[in-house]
T-cell receptor, first 112, second 111 residues
Framework: EADIYQTPRYLVIGTGKKITLECSQT?????MYWYQQDPGMELHLIHY???????EKGDLSSESTVSRIRTEHFPLTLESARPSHTSQYLC???????????FGPGTRLTVL | SQQGEEDPQALSIQEGENATMNCSYK?????LQWYRQNSGRGLVHLIL?????REKHSGRLRVTLDTSKKSSSLLITASRAADTASYFC???????????FGAGTTVTVRA
């Protein structure tokens, strides 16, 4: 079982709210990733980090932002949530360059 | 754009039968990985095959890779109800530490 955690698991909020999705891993992995996935669809990379104080935008444009102040923590923030942000958000991490990624259980976000 | 594409999109089989799904990709890769996702959960890594490997086994899983055709297949033998899930292939490029995922194959194993 991978030691990567995401909270909350489910979140229902109103439009305009600011939210932060938490992701933590205890494996000491340097590389971390955020994906967005609609039901039954592929994963889209929205942010990634290769180490502390390093963050990059992914292939899918996203209005969210991320930070990496500590190796184990990679939170994702939406300043003003909209219904179009409704989706599942998956966090992953890995060590090394070309190894497998370990995924958290995901946060299912619904914006009303 | 997504590098990998799985085929078929969905597959329904009887328990005990084999399930085969394919993945095609567009550019040269360092390795190709297969993941499983149960409904509403995160992905679980199944197997990684490097570009210089042609076949790999793990339990009831068999993966092949044909770099000349830019394709891979995942075979699940003697399927069980617990194998019901979505299966994704993901490619890792040689100069990149990210993965590119396909849209997945949804497998339903009927008891």
């Amino acid at each position: 079982e991978a030691d990567i955690y995401q909270t909350p698991r489910y979140l229902v909020i109103g439009t305009g709210k600011k939210i932060t999705l938490e992701c933590s891993q205890t494996m000491g992995h340097d590389k971390m990733y955020w994906y967005q996935q609609d039901p039954g669809m592929e994963l889209h990379l929205i942010h990634y980090s290769y180490g502390v104080n390093s963050t990059e935008k992914g292939d899918l444009s996203s209005e969210s932002t991320v930070s990496r102040i500590r190796t184990e923590h990679f939170p994702l923030t939406l300043e003003s949530a909209r219904p179009s942000h409704t989706s599942q958000y998956l966090c992953a991490s890995k060590d090394g360059n070309y190894n497998e990624q370990f995924f958290g259980p995901g946060t299912r976000l619904t914006v009303l | 754009s997504q590098q990998g594409e799985e085929d078929p999109q969905a597959l329904s089989i009887q328990e005990g039968e084999n399930a085969t799904m394919n993945c095609s990709y567009k550019t040269s890769i360092n390795n190709l990985q297969w993941y499983r996702q149960n409904s509403g959960r995160g992905l679980v890594h199944l197997i990684l095959i490097r570009s210089n490997e042609r076949e790999k086994h793990s339990g009831r899983l068999r993966v092949t890779l044909d770099t000349s055709k830019k394709s891979s297949s995942l075979l699940i033998t003697a399927s069980r109800a617990a194998d019901t899930a979505s299966y994704f292939c993901a490619t890792a490029l040689s100069n990149d530490y990210k993965l590119s995922f396909g849209a997945g194959t949804t497998v339903t194993v009927r008891a």
